[in-house]
């Protein structure tokens, strides 16, 4: 499974009301970092299908969802438990340290 596009109009359905853990990247089209992260994060959705869903909210699509959940600079990923946010990491990360993360996460 690969990530899933979520929106302002969505995220509440997608995000909040998920029955597994979401990985919520906040990114744009012009972020550098963002573009470097998104290959590692289609990787990890496919290879944890079974234990999370990543989901990805361009913040220019979608910019209410990002200020209403506080996210201040981008790439922000935000992982969600139960609708609620369990981590945040801000910055460009290595496709090792974010599965490392989501380990420390009980996640992966």
Known sequence: MSTVK???ESFEQDVIKSGKPVLVDFW???????MQIGP????ISDEL???LTIAKVNIEDSPDTPSRHGVKG???????KDGQIASTKVGAMSKAKILEW???QGVA
């Open 6 to 8: 979520v929106t302002d």
């Open 40 to 43: 590692s994060l289609e990787q």
């Open 102 to 104: 989501l380990a420390e």
């Open 74 to 80: 981008i790439p922000t990923m935000m992982l969600y």
């Open 28 to 34: 744009a089209t012009w972020c550098g970092p963002c």
């Open 49 to 51: 299908a079974s234990q």
